[in-house]
């Protein structure tokens, strides 16, 4: 074992118990969260409807997120999750700027960002990946992944897009 292979343990533990309390939060209300029913009221007064089942989605999609890049099992498959995932948690929070003091996108870029380089760093040896002889890195896994998750963003971005214009005036 390397000093690299525990860094890209240590980072891939954090970011899956992170992406893990946010799931929870919204799928079980665990960790001071508002768990599906209130969440769903929050996603459809941004345009992301029906509520519920996109906050069951998004809760699913950052758990399963943060069991394929904890284990470092499909570390690929994991990243274009949640890099997908938090491109359109980012879009409520895009008018506020990126700075999360000010109410911005800066955590979910952040998340994003570091599921980005475990796509191209791959898991290290201390993954499930590793052990089973999957790919660990390099050649055009990690630019595919990256892709993958932001076009997977796409169809929900633009669905919210349609959601808000439609929205009757106050």
Known sequence: MTETDLGLLLLRLGLAALLAGHGLQKGLGWFRGMGPAKTAEVFDSWGF????????????????????????????????????????????????????HLGGYEVTVVYAGLAACLAITGPGRLSVDHVAGL???????????ILVGALAAVPPLLRR??????????
């Open 49 to 100: 409807r029906p509520g519920r089942p996109l906050v069951l989605l998004a809760a699913g999609c950052e758990l399963l997120g943060a069991l394929l890049l904890g284990t470092g099992l499909l570390t690929r498959v994991g990243s274009a999750v949640v890099i997908g995932t938090m491109l359109v948690a980012a879009a409520p929070n895009a008018v506020n700027g990126l700075w999360a």
């Open 135 to 145: 790919p660990d890195g390099g050649g055009w896994g990690a630019p595919v992944a």
């Open 161 to 170: 897009r349609s959601a808000l214009r439609a929205r009757p005036a106050c």
